[in-house]
């Protein structure tokens, strides 16, 4: 499996390299900070101070990723991912003060994850759709899958380290290792070859930029099969988001667990993609077909969080992150490279970027959703709750129009798809590219 790991790399090329280094830190760098922010804040301000955090930060991120999402269709990627890996970078040097003072004041990080909110508006759509530029449209599957493997790494080391720095260092620490993290994703971002960047117009006044924003949105409602599969998923996302965020640092305080098992139930969710994206998800895909592995995996991440409600074992807790793990990774395998594929070129940073706007509308509904019923509801009783909901809601994926058969295509036949399938919705496409 890792000999053809490192075929799969050399046949991608060494520019491509640097994007899965800045992937790996980038993932590594965004879970520390988020076990640790969520740490820190559990442990002294409680459920309502996470909820207050999560919903704010999610608001504030639905509103930066439509308003910032054209810069990565029309400015260099690389520059736009150094200025934003620099910004977040800052923003955690001031966290980081914060917290060697022994300082906590909920509003004050609050105003501070704004600036981080605002860089990786503008970070995740070109890191989600840079490899369309580096490789030709046969190798995308390939490269998307390796771009996974590497955050999947990324994203086992950042959980580790924040959970057994904070244990051992304090919040603190882990923060100041947040910092370097980002730093050397900023560094690979730069290293990135001009050639990433070749082709795009330079001016962006606000006419234009209003244009390429509802241009986007309008592409994204007037596609049948997208607009219903992005409904289905940020309602789906709206029990998911919490379960694997502030309810999760809850139900380890609630069993009296230490950091280190915040930091293990975030490594088993990555060690399952990472084994997805290195070969599992693939088989699953190969052997049921992608509509029946991505109908699968949806059940089998309710099945998950119901565990995380029954058991008060740390170790069976871990095993059930790690089946949320295998299941992401292989609903974003059978998904991602077709729907990136079926996109005109000059509106993939935008779709990335309405796709995570449909993830932060979860985001920023879930905390409150999860506060509601925890007001109601133990811990342990709203995953059992949230993981029946998921369950059901996850048939809907079945019922949406022409999925078997986008899903059936293979990558020739899925590169276009959407403007061959659903021409009106691009009507003004050759005005805003």
Known sequence: MFKQYRHDLQQLGKPFMLVLISEMATLSALLLGNITIAWWIARHGGARDLATFGVTVAAASLLAIPLLSPLGDRYPKKRLMAIGFIAIAIESVALALLAQTNFYHL??????????????????????????????????????????????LGGIMGPALGGSVIATGGVASALWIHVALLLIAAFAATRLPKAV?????????????LHELKAGLRMKWHIPLERHWTIVT??????????????AALRVTGLGLSAF??????????????????GCASFFSRKLGRFRALIGAAQLRAAALLLVGLTASPLMLAAAFFMLGISQSTTQFVGVTHRLLAMPPNYRARHASVNTMAWQISSTLGPAVAGMALLHASVAQCYVIFGTLIALL?????????????????HDVANGW???????AFRNYNKST
């Open 261 to 278: 098992w915040l930091g293990a139930t975030n490594m088993g969710i990555m060690s399952g993609m990472f084994l997805g994206f290195l």
């Open 394 to 410: 996850s048939v809907g994926l079945a019922l949406i129009p022409k999925m078997r058969e986008f899903l059936s295509v293979d």
């Open 418 to 424: 959407y403007q061959r399938e659903y021409p009106a």
């Open 107 to 152: 509003y004050l990080i609050i105003a501070c994850e704004m600036i981080g909110v605002c860089a990786m508006a503008i970070i995740m759509p070109c890191i989600q759709t840079i490899a369309s530029e580096l490789v030709p449209a046969e190798k995308l599957s390939l490269a998307l899958s390796m771009q996974k493997v590497s955050g999947s």
């Open 234 to 247: 940020l309602v789906i996302g709206m029990f998911y988001a919490p379960a694997i965020g502030m309810m």
């Open 197 to 209: 960047t070749a082709n795009k117009p330079a001016a962006l006044g606000p006419a234009q930029w």
